[in-house]
C-alpha cells in the first residue's frame, strides 16, 4: 500500500487522500533520514518492534506500509486552508470552482494577490479563508515564506515558520512535516483519531489526555511518525483503502 496526502485539511477535520493500491512502486524524493527511504522505514519499524509490544503486534499484522512524497507544498498548504471546518464534498466543490478561475489549477501567488474579491467570493470562499491564503501569497511573494526552504529547516523551525502563516495550526503544520516532508518523528498528540487509536490498542479505559498519549509514546522516538501511521492504519478494515 502505498502512503501519501494530496490535499491537508485544517482543524481537527479528516485529511482528503488519494488512495491507491499498487504492487511495486518506487518511492520517490528518496532521502537520508526521510520517510520516503525504504531503508528509514525498515530500521524504524524494527526499532518500533523491539520498543513497543503492542506496536509489534499492529506492524505485524498490518504488513508493510509504502510512502510517496510530492513536491505540491503550495496545494497543500492552500488545499488546508480551503477545507477547514467544512465537509469534504463541499470543500472539494469550493476548491475546483477555485480554480476554475485560474483555467483548472492553482493561481501562483501573484495572480492570487491580483484577483477581486468579489470573484474569491463567488467561488465560495469565505472572507476570512480570502485573507488567510493572501496572508500566504504575501508572505511567499515578500520572502518571509520559502516552502523548500523547509526541508532545510529542523521539525520546529518548521513549525514555527508555518505556524505563522494565518489559518494554519500546529496540527496543519505537523500534517504538513509527515506527509509533504517526510519528517520521521512527528508526534500529532492533538490528533483525536490518533488517540481513539491508542486507546482501543492499548486497551486503556478510556481517551489518553495528551499528557498520558506523550507518555505512552516515549518509546517511540525518534520513529513517532511511522508509529502514527500504523496506529492511524490499525482503525480500518484490512480490505479498505487507507483514509491517508
Do not use: C
Amino acid at each position: 500500500m502505498t502512503i501519501s496526502r494530496d490535499k491537508m485539511v485544517g482543524g481537527s477535520a479528516r485529511l482528503v487522500a488519494r488512495r491507491k493500491r499498487v504492487g511495486s512502486l518506487p518511492f520517490r524524493r528518496a532521502s537520508a533520514g526521510s520517510l520516503a527511504d525504504p531503508k528509514v522505514w525498515r530500521v524504524g519499524v524494527r526499532y518500533l518492534k523491539r520498543r513497543d509490544g503492542v506496536l509489534a503486534r499492529i506492524i505485524s499484522g498490518t504488513g508493510p506500509l509504502r510512502f510517496e512524497l510530492d513536491d505540491d507544498h503550495y496545494e497543500a498548504i492552500v488545499g488546508s486552508i480551503i477545507f477547514q471546518q467544512l465537509a469534504g464534498s463541499a470543500a472539494r466543490a469550493i476548491l475546483d470552482r477555485f480554480k476554475g478561475l485560474y483555467g483548472g489549477r492553482l493561481p501562483s501567488p501573484r495572480e492570487y494577490l491580483s484577483t477581486d474579491i468579489d470573484r474569491l467570493r463567488k467561488a465560495g470562499l469565505s472572507p476570512q479563508k480570502i485573507s488567510y491564503i493572501r496572508d500566504l501569497a504575501e508572505r511567499l511573494m515578500d520572502g518571509r515564506l520559502d516552502l523548500k526552504r523547509l526541508e532545510g529547516l529542523s521539525d520546529e523551525e518548521a513549525m514555527r515558520e508555518l505556524d505563522a502563516v494565518r489559518g494554519i495550526g500546529r496540527w496543519t503544520a505537523e500534517m504538513f512535516l509527515i506527509f509533504k516532508l517526510g519528517r520521521t518523528d512527528v508526534l500529532p498528540v492533538d490528533d483525536l483519531g490518533l488517540r481513539k487509536a491508542a486507546k482501543r490498542a492499548y486497551r486503556l479505559r478510556k481517551l489518553p489526555s495528551r499528557e498520558r498519549f506523550e507518555r505512552l509514546a516515549v518509546n517511540w522516538h525518534p520513529y513517532s511518525s511511522i508509529s502514527t501511521l500504523y496506529l492511524w492504519r490499525s482503525t480500518e478494515k484490512p480490505e479498505a483503502p487507507a483514509k491517508w
